[in-house]
């Protein structure tokens, strides 16, 4: 049978707690707790006022942020003292600044906070008000911060990885021709086109890009010394279409047949290539 009475490991019997005892037990525990609850409220109010965080400190290397800029934006955040602020939320605050790749904070005894930063480094523009960076994140600095001289890409957002890594490693194939990437694009069919610095347009259209880029890459120096092109369409299985300037045809319609003067390139066996000035083709269904 069941009683206050338990049994020790030597066998004998000893007193357990009293109803009475227990009574206390609760009493005691919940007045603990009420002064520990009590203590608590009374810290977060106290504690702001008496330990206030007076200094935050930034640290990173800063291009297009300014510390005032970062320093501003945790103070706007700030909710509690040195040892009750929330330093996850301020991260996240701090974060959401367009040119923040990432950011910690930590405390410093007896007043300050350390603001560390990453900045974001902006790959090229994303149409007309955006940037994009070389993990394919896309952001939206003011309009004053965005940088000069930066290529552009164009697409659908689920495109950017595909387009940054396109531009990686384009660039410098194309840059040892003497030639930059001004703008890389991509439609909703998927087909390439780029618009190169010496201004002319290339078109790669969606299939087999790498094969025609390594072949535009092959003939233009040949192509260079021929003439000055408008757009150069690499569309074929085994050749090219180029618009040339001066023809007074519309650059922006490639499938006109008018005026275009079209330079087919050929194969031989010997690996040798031949780009008769004639005849005429269209470039409508390449």
Same mark, same amino acid.
């Given at each position: 049978?069941?009683?206050p009475?338990?049994t020790t490991?030597?066998?004998?019997l000893?007193?357990?707690?009293t109803p009475g005892?227990r009574?206390?037990?609760?009493?005691w525990a919940l007045?603990?707790? %009420?002064l520990?609850?009590?203590g608590?409220?009374?810290?977060m109010?106290?504690?702001?006022?008496q330990?206030?965080?007076r200094?935050?400190t930034v640290?990173?290397?800063?291009?297009y942020?300014?510390?005032?800029?970062?320093? !501003? +934006?945790?103070i706007?955040?700030?909710d509690g003292?040195?040892?009750?602020q929330d330093?996850a939320g301020?991260?996240t605050? =701090? !974060?959401a600044?367009?040119? =923040?790749?990432s950011a %910690?904070?930590?405390?410093?005894?007896?007043?300050?906070? !350390?603001l560390r930063?990453?900045?974001r480094?902006?790959l090229?523009r994303w149409? /007309?008000a955006?940037?994009?960076?070389?993990?394919?994140?896309?952001?939206?600095?003011?309009?004053g911060?965005?940088?000069?001289?930066?290529?552009?890409?164009?697409?659908? /957002?689920?495109d950017?990885? +595909?387009?940054?890594q396109?531009?990686?490693?384009?660039?410098p194939?194309?840059?040892?021709?003497?030639? /930059?990437i !001004?703008?890389?694009?991509r439609d909703a069919?998927?087909?390439?086109t780029l618009?190169? %610095? +010496?201004g002319?347009s290339?078109?790669?259209g969606k299939e087999r890009? @790498?094969?025609?880029?390594?072949?535009f890459i @092959?003939?233009?120096?040949?192509?260079?010394?021929?003439g000055?092109?408008?757009?150069?369409?690499?569309? &074929?299985?085994?050749g090219l279409?180029?618009?040339?300037?001066?023809?007074g045809?519309d650059?922006s319609?490639?499938?006109t047949?008018g005026?275009?003067r079209a330079a087919k390139l050929?194969?031989r066996? %010997?690996?040798?290539?031949? &780009?008769?000035?004639?005849?005429?083709?269209?470039?409508?269904?390449p």
């Amino acid at each position: 049978m069941s009683g206050p009475e338990q049994t020790t490991t030597e066998g004998r019997l000893v007193a357990g707690p009293t109803p009475g005892r227990r009574l206390v037990r609760w009493v005691w525990a919940l007045g603990l707790l %009420s002064l520990l609850g009590g203590g608590g409220y009374r810290l977060m109010l106290w504690e702001p006022q008496q330990l206030p965080v007076r200094v935050v400190t930034v640290d990173g290397v800063l291009k297009y942020l300014s510390s005032p800029c970062l320093q !501003e +934006a945790v103070i706007t955040h700030l909710d509690g003292g040195i040892l009750t602020q929330d330093l996850a939320g301020l991260q996240t605050a =701090v !974060e959401a600044i367009p040119w =923040v790749r990432s950011a %910690s904070l930590r405390r410093r005894w007896p007043d300050r906070l !350390e603001l560390r930063v990453v900045e974001r480094i902006a790959l090229a523009r994303w149409g /007309e008000a955006a940037l994009i960076d070389a993990d394919g994140v896309i952001f939206r600095p003011k309009t004053g911060d965005i940088p000069r001289g930066l290529p552009r890409l164009s697409g659908r /957002e689920q495109d950017a990885s +595909a387009l940054v890594q396109r531009l990686v490693d384009w660039a410098p194939r194309l840059r040892a021709l003497g030639l /930059e990437i !001004e703008t890389l694009a991509r439609d909703a069919r998927g087909a390439w086109t780029l618009r190169l %610095s +010496a201004g002319f347009s290339l078109a790669l259209g969606k299939e087999r890009v @790498r094969e025609r880029l390594s072949r535009f890459i @092959r003939v233009y120096p040949r192509l260079a010394a021929t003439g000055m092109p408008l757009l150069i369409d690499m569309r &074929y299985n085994n050749g090219l279409a180029i618009r040339w300037a001066g023809t007074g045809s519309d650059a922006s319609e490639p499938d006109t047949m008018g005026a275009v003067r079209a330079a087919k390139l050929k194969s031989r066996t %010997s690996g040798s290539l031949e &780009y008769p000035v004639s005849p005429y083709f269209s470039l409508s269904n390449p």
